[in-house]
C-alpha cells in the first residue's frame, strides 16, 4: 500500500512543476513580445525622423528634456510701418529663444545692434506683410538672422521666389542658418494700427 500511496502523492508535484514551467514560458513570451515592439516603434521613429521630408535641420533634432532653453525678452518695438497709403505702426514685443547661456549674454552685449538691425526690419515691412501668419513667420526668421548678423555671424540671404534658377549659387563659407545662435524668435505681442 505504501507504493500506492506514493504514486498518489507523486502526480500533484508533476502537476505544480507543470504549472510553474506554463506560467514561466507565458511570462518570456510576454516580455519578450513587448521587448519586440518597443524596438520595432524605436525603429520606426529612428526612420520617420532619418526621412527629413525637407524639414529644418533644428527641427529634426532630438529633444532634450534635460537642456532648459535660455528666453531673452526684448523690449518692445514700436516702428512706424512702410506703408504709402496711410500712416501706420506696429508695436512688437519680441523673446529670443537661444540653447545656450552663454549666447544670451552675447545678445545683452550686442543689444543697440540687435535692436537696430530688427527696427530696421520692422520698418520695412507694411501692415499686409505682417497681418498673417505667414507673414510673421517670415518675419520672425528675419529677426533671427539680423540677431545673428549683428553678433557677427554671416547669414545667407534668403532666396526670393523665382531666383532660385536666375542666380548661379556663389560659393563663399558661411555658416548654416541651423548653426545660427538664436534657435526661436517668439512674439509676446503684435499690434498693428
Do not use: C, W
Request: proline share 6%.
Amino acid at each position: 500500500m505504501s507504493a500506492a500511496a506514493a504514486d498518489a502523492v507523486a502526480p500533484p508535484k508533476g502537476k505544480k512543476k507543470l504549472f510553474v514551467i506554463i506560467a514561466a514560458v507565458l511570462m518570456l513570451a510576454v516580455a519578450g513580445g513587448g521587448a519586440m515592439l518597443m524596438m520595432k516603434k524605436k525603429a520606426a521613429a529612428e526612420a520617420e525622423a532619418d526621412e527629413g521630408d525637407g524639414a529644418p535641420a533644428h527641427a529634426a533634432a532630438k529633444h532634450d528634456p534635460k537642456a532648459v532653453p535660455l528666453f531673452v525678452p526684448l523690449e518692445p518695438f514700436t516702428v512706424n510701418l512702410a506703408d504709402r497709403d496711410a500712416e501706420r505702426y506696429a508695436q512688437v514685443g519680441i523673446t529670443l529663444e537661444v540653447g545656450d547661456p552663454h549666447v544670451g549674454d552675447q545678445i545683452k552685449a550686442y543689444m543697440p545692434a540687435i535692436r537696430n538691425n530688427i527696427l530696421m526690419a520692422l520698418a520695412d515691412k507694411t501692415a499686409a506683410q505682417l497681418g498673417d501668419r505667414q507673414g510673421k513667420a517670415k518675419l520672425a526668421e528675419q529677426v533671427r538672422r539680423e540677431t545673428a548678423r549683428a553678433m557677427g555671424y554671416e547669414v545667407d540671404e534668403p532666396e526670393a521666389e523665382g531666383e532660385t534658377e536666375a542666380k548661379p549659387k556663389k560659393k563663399k563659407k558661411k555658416k548654416a542658418d541651423a548653426e545660427l545662435p538664436v534657435t526661436g524668435v517668439h512674439f509676446s505681442n503684435f499690434i498693428i494700427q
